[in-house]
């Protein structure tokens, strides 16, 4: 039986750490012992797999004003030596127990040392131990351009925080951090990833919503922007939740369905071909009440009801209650028989009862559109 040790006790701090790097309300780790640090992530391949959430290095030299690691906080710290830290992931690894690794870090007394102990961490794992999993590296602010090169000839994610849409809304949250640097090394991971197309990189940002105070807006334009021309993979939104003994403890949390609104309009733009113009705002945020797609579709009347017969999968995405998996459905049965009624509809899943009143069925409406009392004011925008 192995003894309780020092690195047990590490591993438990760091990975309790860990905690507050946290990726969206919706993502939960382990409760019990060790598992606190194991959490459930979807690969890019679409598996779902067990990854060991760490840090390098819970020592930081920053005092973000929602973080529980901050330099202030009175925190036990400590940190990994990254033979350490390769050799207990690689333990846990052929128990099975994790099958992949994220490794973030608080700065440590010298954030290009941790960070260069970080990627060293993962030469290890790759080179020495032959690991092939995967790998998620979070960069550390002013890295050089010689590090992000190495993270992602190694990793098979990397990210950097951005946290906030604009350089003033951090300065509200993270006063030390400096949001053109962290703009910089968005522009580093572009270019060093796009000399290489063959490479398998991944890369990823986060959002904090709501204590720096900015719009909805400006968040879903930059994340456009980033998905557009920056080749993001990922861009993630954490609802703030306060943390006790931090100095925004006392500010009240985001409402977790301001996150999950945020994440409908990212689909949008990912999977169904929205440009952020086309998202549908109140004074610059989304409506809480009503799924953005809806809105976007009973604000745009000249281009409904649709032939569901006839229509394009580009359009058929575009009707409430139908995604790009029933489009193809659509479009399939299409080929063998046309549609000939709401049952066929609903043979094929299609959400009909929200899809229905933006649909001709040779030339005839199915459902009438009615709105709820809450979707009024904004329609009359
Ligand atoms: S840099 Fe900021 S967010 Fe990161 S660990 Fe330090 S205080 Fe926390």
Known sequence: MRNFTIMDNKILLLGESARFDRVSSFSKRGEKGMGKWVYPALLPDGKRVNIMKVLMDNRCENNCLYCMNRKDSPLPRTYFRPEELSRIFLEL?????????????????????????????????????RFTGYLHLKILPFAPFSY?????????????????PNGHCLSAIAPDKNWSNLWGIIKAMKEISGRKPSSRVGITTQFIVGPGGEKDKDLVYLAYNLY??????????????????TPLGKYPSTSPLREYRLYQVDALIRY????????????????????????????HPELFPVEVNKASFATLIRIPGIG?????????RRIKEKIRNEEDLKGLRIQSKRALPFLLLDGRVLRKKTYSKNLLPFLRD
């Open 324 to 332: 790009p998996a029933g489009a193809q459905k659509i479009i399939k």
């Open 148 to 164: 992000i090169e190495e993270a992602i000839s190694l990793a098979d994610r990397v990210s950097i925080n951005l946290e906030s």
């Open 228 to 245: 557009r021309h920056y080749k993001l993979k990922r861009v993630y939104y954490s609802a703030f939740t306060p943390l006790p003994s």
């Open 93 to 129: 690894y052929r128990k099975r127990i994790v099958q992949g690794i994220f490794l973030s870090s608080a700065t440590g007394p010298d954030p290009l040392i941790t960070l260069k102990n970080m990627i060293k961490t993962c030469q290890i794992l790759r080179e020495k131990y």
């Open 272 to 299: 169904y071909g929205f440009s952020s113009e086309e998202i549908p705002f109140e004074e610059g945020n989304l409506n809480l009440s009503t799924d953005p797609k809806l809105l976007w579709a009973l604000r």
